[in-house]
Nanobody
Framework: QVQPVESGGGLVQAGGSLRLSCVVS????????MGWYRQAPGKQREWVAT??????NYADSVKGRFTISRDNAENTVYLQMNSLKPEDTAIYYC?????????RGQGTQVTVSS
């Protein structure tokens, strides 16, 4: 299986926005729930959001600020992040739900300055 490719991270001030993208192989995209996760330095990986068909679910820490979506034609999963906070700083990964350690991508770094 081809690993996911995440992009869109960067450095942003608190209150700003970023949109992350993740290109997924077609067969993975079609048959799996997909999610975004993040891992901050010195912390365990944290689940952020899930999308199954058009149903979505979010961690309490991002609810109301982040939106997960998918483009079926492009096999892409997105994470729109608004009202970013310094505590959102982490490497963000997309993966299956539940997490599949054999399907891990490189992630994309998000840094939010105060």
């Amino acid at each position: 299986q081809v690993q996911p490719v995440e992009s869109g991270g960067g450095l942003v001030q608190a209150g700003g926005s970023l949109r992350l993208s993740c290109v997924v192989s077609r067969i993975i995209f079609r048959f799996n729930a997909m999610g975004w996760y993040r891992q901050a330095p010195g912390k365990q990986r944290e689940w952020v959001a899930t999308i199954i068909s058009d149903r979505t679910n979010y961690a309490d820490s991002v609810k109301g600020r982040f939106t997960i979506s998918r483009d079926n034609a492009e096999n892409t999963v997105y994470l729109q992040m608004n009202s970013l906070k310094p505590e959102d700083t982490a490497i963000y990964y997309c993966n299956k739900v539940p997490w599949d350690n054999y399907y891990r991508g490189q992630g994309t770094q998000v840094t939010v300055s105060s």
